[in-house]
């Protein structure tokens, strides 16, 4: 999932820095990375990968939130072949990939709600360059 916010002046690398810490305090691995077109983030715990961009000008930028094929089902031919395996006992696979679906959309939503909260404090952060 992506989000834009425009206006705001917000620095993008202290919204990138509290998105890090943001999943190192729940429990992942977290590597920040600053690249020429902005921020990413890649986060992983036993459960899932996750890969986040924070991309654009301190005006108007986009937070993405994208996690790991693991994380977001069975293809489609794996999921065919759970339901096939269902019908021999297999079901466990297709509860198992239920509850994995579950647990990645609650995360997600925890964090945009640390996103938002995170916009709303730096606001007005970003330093304005010389000249402007």
């Known amino acids: 999932m992506k989000d834009r916010w425009v206006e705001g002046n917000v620095d993008l690398g202290l919204l990138s820095e509290s998105v890090e810490r943001f999943f190192v305090e729940n429990k992942f691995d977290a590597k920040l990375e600053r690249g020429s077109s902005g921020f990413r983030i890649e986060a992983v715990n036993p459960g899932f990968r996750v890969k986040v961009r924070i991309f654009g000008v301190p005006e ?3 937070v993405e939130f994208v996690p790991s094929k693991k994380s977001r089902g069975f293809s489609s031919i794996g999921m065919m072949l759970a339901y ?3 019908a021999f006992g297999g079901g466990g696979l297709v509860l198992m990939d239920a509850r994995l679906q579950e647990a990645v959309g609650a995360f997600e939503e ?3 709600d640390h996103v938002d909260r995170q916009v709303e404090e730096l606001r007005g952060s970003a330093r304005v360059k010389a000249g402007e």
């Open 84 to 86: 096939v395996a269902s």
């Open 60 to 62: 108007d930028f986009a």
């Open 110 to 112: 925890l964090f945009w």
